[in-house]
Nanobody, 122 residues
Framework: QLQLVESGGGLVQPGGSLRLSCAAS????????MGWFRQAPGKEREGVSC????????YYADSVKGRFTISRDNAKNTVYLQMNSLKPEDTAVYYC???????????????WGQGTLVTVSS
C-alpha cells in the first residue's frame, strides 16, 4: 500500500528551525520526484520544494529559498525538509508528496501524505 508519513512538525519560535521527515512505504522513493507542499489557514495549498529522481536537482518557492533545504536518504526511503530561520508566515500544514515538478504546481502530485502542522509563533 502506497503511503507517505510525515513527522517533525510542532511549535517553534520565529527564527528557529525544524526538520520534517517523510517516510515512504509501498514504493521506492528514489525512483520518483518527491516534494513538499503546504497549506496555511484560509489559503490555498502551495508548493514549497521538490527534489528530482534523476539527478537530485532541487527547486524551491521564492518564499523559502535560502532558508529551506530538501534532501533524500534513499537507503531509508525518506525525504527531509530542513527549515531554518522560520517566520510566522511559514505556519501551515506541510504535506509530503510523491510527484512534483520544478514549477511546484499541484498537477504532478500522485500521492499525498496526511500532513504535519508547523506553527511559528512566540
Amino acid at each position: 500500500q502506497l503511503q507517505l508519513v510525515e513527522s517533525g512538525g510542532g511549535l517553534v519560535q520565529p527564527g528557529g528551525s525544524l526538520r520534517l521527515s517523510c517516510a515512504a512505504s509501498g514504493f521506492t522513493s528514489d525512483y520518483y520526484a518527491m516534494g513538499w507542499f503546504r497549506q496555511a489557514p484560509g489559503k490555498e495549498r502551495e508548493g514549497v520544494s521538490c527534489i528530482s529522481s534523476s539527478d537530485g536537482s532541487t527547486y524551491y518557492a521564492d518564499s523559502v529559498k535560502g532558508r529551506f533545504t530538501i534532501s533524500r536518504d534513499n537507503a531509508k526511503n525518506t525525504v527531509y525538509l530542513q527549515m531554518n530561520s522560520l517566520k510566522p508566515e511559514d505556519t501551515a500544514v506541510y504535506y509530503c508528496t510523491r510527484g512534483c515538478s520544478g514549477y511546484l504546481d499541484l498537477g504532478f502530485v500522485e500521492v499525498w501524505g496526511q500532513g504535519t502542522l508547523v506553527t511559528v509563533s512566540s
